[in-house]
């Protein structure tokens, strides 16, 4: 099955700053990866995806790249502002209905202003 | 509020009780699914069901059991053998790609 690794677990910024969180996946058939965010005690909520046939997204602030050959993808949040505290997960799936999400372990973005 | 409603918000089990979280969607989605979230942790998969009257086990299976009679409806039990049923719980139901999730419980032993 699908594994997908997240880096780092926690993540300190000064605002205005950039932000850059990475993950790993392992099954070469996963083709599509959203990035949620979790604010503290709520519900994770999409804040963008990317599908393989594609090699960068933004959306904003926020934007997401990936390398298919390296099996990685990675958020970048630029000019960051305390309101971006939160855990982000990153995950992966084959796109597919009813296909498993599989999630990173998290990390723990801290904006300091 | 998303088309997924978790209840209760906040639940309290005592030792050796077994006790039922709720999960309901109006989404028409086929695929639910139970998390279990602790403090500074991921999300690790509890129960998955992809179709009415089917189901799989996660990671964590161990101490809870689900059903899925219904498309809109996915309770998930929380057993006494589970033995350390305090967390945070999340339902979500998947669609072709996006995964909604609900409001979350959090179980607490007491």
């Known amino acids: 099955g699908e594994n997908v690794e997240q880096h780092p677990s926690t993540l300190s910024v000064q605002e205005g700053d950039s932000a850059v969180i990475k993950c790993t996946y392992s099954?070469?058939?996963?083709?599509?990866f959203p990035w949620y965010k979790q604010e503290l005690g709520k519900r994770p909520q999409l804040i963008i995806d990317?599908?393989?046939?594609?090699g960068e997204k933004k959306d904003q602030r926020i934007a997401v790249t990936l390398n298919k050959t390296a099996k990685h993808f990675s958020l970048h949040i630029t000019e960051t502002q305390p309101e971006d505290s939160a855990v982000y997960f990153c995950a992966a799936t084959y796109r597919a209905a009813g296909n498993k999400l599989t999630f990173g372990g998290g990390t723990r973005v801290l904006v300091k202003p | 509020d998303g088309g997924i409603t978790q209840s209760p918000k906040y639940l309290f089990r005592k030792e050796g009780q077994n006790v039922t979280l709720s999960c309901e969607q109006n989404?028409?989605?086929?695929?639910m699914y139970w998390y279990r979230q602790d403090p500074g942790q991921g999300l690790r998969l509890i129960y998955y069901?992809?179709?009415?009257?089917?189901?799989q086990k996660g990671d964590i299976a161990e101490g809870y059991s689900v059903s899925r009679e219904k498309k809109e409806s996915f309770p998930l039990t929380v057993t006494s053998a589970q033995k350390n049923p305090t967390a945070f719980y999340l339902c979500?139901?998947?669609?072709?790609?996006?995964?909604?999730f609900g409001q979350g419980t959090r179980l607490t032993v007491v």
């Open positions: 989404l028409n989605h086929d695929a």
């Open positions: 979500a139901s998947i669609g072709v790609t996006e995964a909604f």
């Open positions: 990317i599908r393989s046939n594609v």
């Open positions: 069901s992809q179709i009415v009257n089917d189901f």
């Open positions: 099954d070469s058939a996963s083709n599509y």
